[in-house]
């Protein structure tokens, strides 16, 4: 079946050091489409990214993720991190075109220290 | 402005009690979905629905049943309650694959 590997539970990150979060994945389908979601303390997720063409770099709030169906991964990348950056983050996949129906990681906090 | 709103924010249920949690959304999306969150397991489909009057089973469907009875509600049962549901519910309405999630209702079952 489907899966999404985050290989980090928690990160811990300076504030104004770069932060990458790792994201790998499995599937059987062939078109995919997949997302970062971000969730601040007691806050619902919230689409944070979103990436469907191979090789093609997606930005949004300073981060910046690039699908790689090569190597079968989503990296989240910030060149400088902020302390508002802490929160959980979940890599996604969506289970085919436009259905809606994700396959979350299993997600990674992020903590940014001053 | 348009939103997803759970009801309750909060409950706690006794084992074999049956439990129901409440999702309306005011984005007029057809698809809607019900995940559960659980650390160590992330975000896991429970059920999700395309529309009025269907529902179908996601990844973790066992001891869960779904209602969609408009296109603004759609509800998730727990018929006879475990303390292994014990979890945070989201619910979600999505569109073009990104899905907008209401705040999440935290169960206890006892």
């Known amino acids: 079946g489907d899966s999404v590997t985050q290989t980090e539970g928690l990160v811990t990150v300076t504030e104004g050091l770069p932060v990458k979060l790792n994201c790998t994945y499995q599937t059987t389908y062939l078109t995919i489409a997949f997302f970062w979601y971000v969730q601040y303390l007691n806050e619902a997720p919230q689409v944070l990214l979103k990436s469907s063409t191979d090789n093609k770099r997606t930005e949004h709030q300073g981060f910046h993720a690039t699908l790689h169906k090569s190597s079968s991964s989503f990296h989240l990348q910030k060149s400088s991190a902020q302390l508002s950056d802490s929160a959980l983050y979940y890599c996604?996949?969506?289970?085919?075109?436009?259905?809606?129906?994700?396959?979350f990681g299993h997600g990674t906090i992020l903590r940014v220290h001053p | 402005e348009a939103a997803v709103t759970q009801s309750p924010r909060n409950k706690v249920a006794v084992t074999g009690g049956k439990v129901t949690l409440s999702c309306n959304q005011t984005n007029n999306h057809n698809n809607m979905y019900w995940y559960r969150q659980d650390t160590g397991h992330g975000l896991r489909l429970i059920h999700y629905s395309y529309g009025a009057g269907s529902t179908e089973k996601g990844d973790i469907p066992d001891g869960y049943k779904a209602s969609r009875p408009s296109q603004e509600n759609f509800s998730l049962i727990l018929e006879l309650a475990t303390p292994s549901q014990t979890s945070v519910y989201f619910c979600a309405s999505g569109a073009q694959n990104t899905l907008y999630f209401g705040a999440g209702t935290r169960l206890s079952v006892l």
């Open positions: 996604a996949l969506s289970k085919g075109a436009n259905t809606g129906k994700l396959t």
